[in-house]
């Protein structure tokens, strides 16, 4: 494996592992969520983190208008 290659995120995640991916000027970009799971079985941890540092809900139910465009910050 390169260098390069040992810094992506699939080279640094088993497949079993999440993720949660934050962007430069530290605001949620998203959850790498690993094949075979759904959002009900997110680790505790994820989702405290979740609520207390970016205010999300996973018990809220998704309304089509609350989803964001690609490319836009998530608040």
Do not use: C
């Not at 079993?16 to 959002?39: C, H, M, R, S, T």
Request: aromatic share 6%; charged share 35%.
């Amino acid at each position: 494996m390169s260098e390069k290659e040992s810094r992506t995120l699939e080279a640094q995640l088993d497949d079993d592992d999440w993720a949660i991916i934050i962007g430069k000027d530290g605001n949620l970009k998203g959850v790498f969520i690993p094949d075979g799971q759904d959002e009900e079985l997110v680790p505790e941890s994820i989702v405290e983190i979740m609520a207390t540092y970016f205010g999300v809900d996973f018990d809220d139910e998704i309304d089509e208008a609350d989803v964001v465009p690609p490319g836009e910050t998530l608040h």
